[in-house]
């Protein structure tokens, strides 16, 4: 494990998570109430004894420093790390990352070091769980230049991913960036009895997907950036290396979801909640690490709760109904609310009583008799007693205004928006 050192990707701008990267990078994004998408990737590393790590980062990255430094802290007997490479103006490169191989090449003097045999890239705003340690030891056993993650899909999915074609040996020889026509889907199609070989049940999966996690041996890394100026990995230097290195797959069998839409950032978490979530977050062996809060237990006094997850530091009065739905920390509800399939991601602090009433802007968090369904409603908002946060027009997508917008069918209040009493949206 010392040979290898990980690099996550963590300059997205994320602008199909807009307005919830307004403020913030995509890695930062909150999810399942407490943690942050970031946390997905490196808790993985850790749970895998991979200790050796850099973010690269470069978009409204203030949270997102802000929540490493105060999370990954090792220990002085311990060579771990996990340090943040922020876009800079060095003597080889003045300008911006534009892209992500382009991110990784503009840091290469930190991974040409002595000791370093293996590489691993790694996005930062995918949510999955999987031991990093079967995958090098694919990438050994099969003597592999590069190893890239991949999980079986069924055809409805193969048609918005990368989908690779393999030969028998699991060698990588084609690549097709979300192939629409029917020849196309053919001629990366895979046989189900290779899956099955392989110890993976098809179950209607006869395509690969790239998960957009790459292992390389360092030498081959350094050789396609420093010889090209590609820009991207998934669109330019994995096809690249397919041609050039022997690229083999490591399969992976399962929950995976890459977070770039609002629609999927809000079925995933959602899913979280259910009674079977298809990611599971309690996992004694496999914890998921987040920054260490000192927030007293939840309160809840008279509430109807349904397949959903509290997280720590709430109050939430009585006689509200909040059904299938995320409630982050330090979330403020008032009496008689009902939340209905939505995310409430809660707030950074809490703030003393008012004590003038002749305020304009309702008290932190939401006020009594509230009704939000469908909506993600983020941090540190002020919502007004009797507001409607419902997409009752079943509007599929909105302009923003100060209030908030509607994407992907979804109510979205900004961070730190205020919403008068009685407001319908």
Same mark, same amino acid.
């Not at 003597?143 to 028998?168: F, K, Q």
């Not at 109904?321 to 009496?335: A, C, F, T, Y």
């Not at 509230?370 to 983020?378: E, K, Q, R, S």
């Given at each position: 494990?010392?040979?290898?050192?990980? *690099?996550? &990707?963590? $300059?997205?701008?994320?602008? /199909?998570?807009?307005?919830?990267? =307004?403020?913030?990078?995509?890695?930062?994004?909150?999810?399942?109430?407490?943690?942050?998408?970031?946390?997905?990737?490196?808790?993985?590393?850790?749970?895998?004894?991979?200790?050796?790590?850099?973010?690269?980062?470069?978009?409204?990255?203030?949270? *997102?420093?802000?929540?490493?430094? /105060?999370?990954?802290?090792?220990?002085?007997?311990?060579?771990? !790390?996990?340090?943040?490479? %922020?876009?800079?103006?060095?003597?080889?490169?003045?300008?911006?990352?534009? $892209?992500? %191989?382009?991110?990784?090449?503009?840091? *290469?003097?930190?991974?040409?070091?002595?000791?370093?045999?293996?590489?691993?890239?790694?996005?930062?705003?995918?949510?999955?769980?999987m031991d990093f340690r079967k995958m090098l030891e694919t990438h050994i056993?099969?003597?592999?230049?590069?190893?890239?993650?991949?999980?079986?899909?069924?055809?409805?999915?193969?048609?918005?991913?990368?989908?690779?074609?393999?030969?028998?040996?699991?060698?990588?020889?084609?690549?097709?960036? =979300?192939?629409?026509? %029917?020849?196309?889907?053919?001629?990366? /199609?895979?046989?189900?009895?290779?899956?099955?070989?392989?110890?993976?049940?098809?179950?209607?999966? @006869? !395509? &690969?997907?790239?998960?957009?996690?790459?292992?390389?041996?360092?030498?081959?890394?350094?050789d396609c950036l420093e010889k090209t100026s590609y820009q991207d990995f998934?669109?330019?230097?994995?096809?690249?290396?397919?041609?050039?290195?022997?690229?083999?797959?490591?399969?992976?069998?399962?929950?995976? @979801?890459?977070?770039?839409?609002?629609?999927?950032?809000?079925?995933?978490?959602?899913?979280?909640?259910?009674?079977?979530?298809?990611?599971?977050?309690?996992?004694?062996?496999?914890?998921?690490?987040?920054?260490?809060?000192?927030?007293?237990?939840?309160?809840?006094?008279?509430?109807?709760?349904?397949?959903? &997850?509290?997280?720590?530091?709430? *109050?939430?009065? %009585?006689?509200?109904?909040?059904?299938?739905?995320?409630? $982050?920390?330090?979330?403020?509800?008032?009496?008689?609310?009902?939340?209905?399939?939505?995310?409430?991601?809660?707030?950074?602090?809490?703030?003393?009583?008012?004590?003038?009433?002749?305020?304009?802007?309702?008290?932190?968090?939401?006020?009594?008799?509230?009704?939000?369904?469908?909506?993600?409603?983020?941090?540190n908002c002020h919502i007004g007693t009797g507001a409607r946060i419902v997409?009752?027009?079943?509007?599929?997508?909105?302009?923003?205004?100060?209030?908030?917008?509607?994407?992907?069918?979804?109510?979205?209040?900004?961070?730190?928006?205020?919403?008068?009493?009685?407001?319908?949206?």
């Amino acid at each position: 494990m010392h040979e290898l050192l990980t *690099l996550v &990707l963590g $300059g997205g701008r994320g602008t /199909r998570l807009y307005p919830l990267t =307004k403020f913030r990078s995509k890695p930062a994004v909150p999810v399942a109430g407490k943690y942050r998408l970031i946390d997905i990737p490196l808790s993985n590393c850790l749970n895998s004894g991979m200790n050796h790590i850099y973010v690269l980062t470069q978009f409204n990255s203030v949270s *997102l420093h802000r929540h490493i430094r /105060r999370t990954y802290v090792f220990d002085p007997f311990c060579d771990g !790390f996990v340090e943040i490479l %922020a876009a800079q103006q060095t003597l080889t490169a003045e300008r911006w990352y534009q $892209g992500t %191989a382009d991110a990784v090449r503009q840091n *290469l003097r930190y991974v040409d070091q002595p000791g370093v045999r293996f590489v691993l890239i790694l996005s930062g705003d995918q949510l999955y769980r999987m031991d990093f340690r079967k995958m090098l030891e694919t990438h050994i056993r099969t003597g592999a230049d590069v190893t890239i993650g991949a999980v079986p899909v069924p055809r409805a999915a193969a048609s918005e991913l990368g989908i690779m074609r393999l030969d028998d040996s699991g060698r990588v020889v084609g690549f097709l960036e =979300k192939p629409k026509s %029917a020849e196309e889907l053919e001629h990366v /199609r895979i046989d189900p009895c290779w899956l099955r070989d392989h110890g993976i049940e098809p179950q209607e999966r @006869e !395509f &690969l997907a790239s998960m957009g996690i790459y292992l390389f041996s360092r030498p081959r890394l350094c050789d396609c950036l420093e010889k090209t100026s590609y820009q991207d990995f998934g669109k330019e230097v994995f096809p690249a290396a397919i041609r050039s290195f022997r690229v083999f797959v490591h399969l992976f069998d399962g929950y995976w @979801e890459d977070i770039g839409t609002i629609r999927s950032f809000y079925q995933a978490n959602l899913g979280l909640a259910s009674q079977q979530p298809p990611f599971s977050l309690f996992s004694p062996d496999l914890p998921i690490f987040t920054r260490a809060r000192f927030l007293p237990p939840s309160r809840l006094d008279g509430v109807t709760l349904r397949n959903s &997850l509290v997280a720590d530091g709430c *109050l939430i009065g %009585a006689g509200s109904v909040i059904e299938n739905s995320i409630i $982050g920390l330090r979330s403020l509800i008032g009496k008689n609310v009902t939340i209905r399939n939505s995310i409430i991601m809660g707030n950074d602090y809490y703030e003393p009583p008012q004590n003038d009433a002749s305020s304009q802007i309702p008290p932190l968090g939401i006020g009594d008799d509230c009704i939000i369904d469908g909506a993600i409603v983020d941090k540190n908002c002020h919502i007004g007693t009797g507001a409607r946060i419902v997409n009752l027009t079943g509007v599929r997508d909105s302009e923003e205004t100060c209030y908030g917008m509607v994407r992907d069918g979804i109510v979205v209040i900004p961070k730190g928006t205020v919403i008068p009493s009685e407001f319908a949206f």
